[in-house]
């Protein structure tokens, strides 16, 4: 059974960090792309940051420069460091997996919430 378990969301001010962590199970992580998506309120759900077995990244404008994926293959868990966070941060945060693209990704987290207050 596959599962993949978002941590480390909450409430934070606006010019603040947190480090979301995703542990994967039930796949074979190194064959795995992963990416963080979120979702606001109203919004569609985006691709935020994709990180490639190998390590390569990949990021949505917004956040360039402010947040960092990487990931530990070791102890199947992908991270997402968020610096600067800003209210327009805030949404529900999921991670993703898939073996050939994230995009289409077959595994799903239920998500953490990321609320930055203002």
């Known amino acids: 059974q596959v599962q993949l378990v978002e941590s480390g969301g909450g409430l934070v001010q606006a010019g603040g960090s947190l480090r979301l962590s995703c542990a994967a199970s039930?796949?074979?992580?190194?064959?795995?792309?992963m990416g963080w998506y979120r979702q606001a309120p109203g919004k569609q759900r985006e691709l935020v940051a994709v990180?490639?077995?190998?390590?390569?990244?990949n990021y949505v404008n917004s956040v360039k420069g402010r947040f960092t994926i990487s990931r530990d293959n070791a102890k199947n868990t992908v991270y997402l460091q968020m610096n600067s966070l800003k209210p327009e941060d805030t949404a529900v945060y999921y991670c993703?997996?898939?073996?050939?693209?994230?995009?289409?990704?077959?595994?799903w987290g239920r998500g953490t919430q990321v609320t930055v207050s203002s």
């Open positions: 039930g796949i074979i992580f190194n064959n795995n792309i």
């Open positions: 990180i490639t077995s190998g390590g390569s990244t």
């Open positions: 993703a997996a898939d073996t050939e693209n994230v995009l289409k990704a077959e595994y």
